[in-house]
């Protein structure tokens, strides 16, 4: 999928010169939660967000540091701070220079970006313009959409066992070695062993996930790699002979 996809449009926007007021009023009365900033001329200048209105004076949220801390930061990101915590234009308490991405950058980046930049938006760009808004939830809605559409096949008890070791001999983390897989009537019986708890339910979805199962039954128990100690499914510990 790429962003062109799933992106919302039209996008609400404000310009550089508008009242802060005005841009709370757009967002609350759209439900949305960010806004980009574009001026007169189409161009993008930067992302107004509810976080931006976190810290205010009106509300006596601004930052209040120790001298000896304030002395430290510097005038010049203190002059900074206080724009934004008492300005009254959009362009005093956007955030500029903004992360963007292209209609048809596809969906995997976007996410990516999104996580690396620690960012809950992205505008989405058509040459130098603004034509659509990527938010986590579109990111749901997408996901939402691709669940009602799937309508998976069920596999046979062979086809269930084969997908199931296909799958697991893709991951790095999986403990395909020291596993065996049985599968009766759709039910999946998982024995073996595992070095680390966090394989067993992850090797269980890995099953949940495979069209035709029906349930999974864990055996699998899990081997403690500095003691020895063995931790079964159902939760009973043995531990290695002189370790008692």
């Known amino acids: 999928m790429k962003a062109q996809d799933v992106m919302s449009r039209p996008v609400f926007s404000v310009e550089p010169t508008d009242s802060a007021t005005s841009a709370i009023r757009i967002m609350l009365q759209n439900h949305i939660s960010g806004l980009p900033v574009i001026d007169a001329e189409g161009r993008l200048q930067g992302m107004l967000t509810e ?6 004076t009106e509300t006596a949220t601004q930052r209040q540091r120790p001298r000896w801390l304030a002395f ?3 005038p010049g990101r203190l002059a900074d701070e206080y724009t934004r915590t008492h300005g009254r234009k959009v362009s005093e308490i956007m955030t500029p220079d903004p992360v963007t991405v292209m ?3 596809p969906l995997e980046e976007v996410v990516s970006l999104m996580e690396k930049r620690r960012i809950k938006r992205v505008p989405v760009m058509k040459d130098d313009k603004v034509v659509g808004i990527i938010s ?6 997408a996901l939402a ?4 559409e799937a ?6 008890d062979r086809a269930i066992r084969e997908r199931l070791f296909a799958e697991l001999q893709g991951q790095s983390w999986a403990p395909t070695g020291s596993l065996d897989i049985i599968v009766r009537g759709g039910v999946v019986e998982l024995w073996g062993t595992i070095m ?3 394989e067993r339910q992850a090797t269980i979805v890995a099953a949940e996930n495979i069209p035709g199962v029906k349930r999974v039954d864990d ?4 081997i403690e790699p500095m003691t020895g100690m063995v931790v079964e499914a159902d939760g009973t510990v043995t531990y290695p002979i002189g370790n008692r």
Not at 136 to 141: E, K, P, T
Request: glycine residues 6%; aromatic residues 8%; charged residues 30%.
């Open 51 to 56: 976080g931006d209105f976190l810290r205010r």
């Open 72 to 74: 430290l930061v510097g």
């Open 103 to 105: 209609e048809n950058t």
């Open 136 to 141: 986590r939830a579109n990111l749901l809605y």
């Open 145 to 148: 959409s691709l669940a009602r």
């Open 151 to 156: 309508k998976p096949t069920s596999l046979d």
């Open 196 to 198: 680390d708890e966090r």
């Open 219 to 222: 055996h699998l128990a899990w």
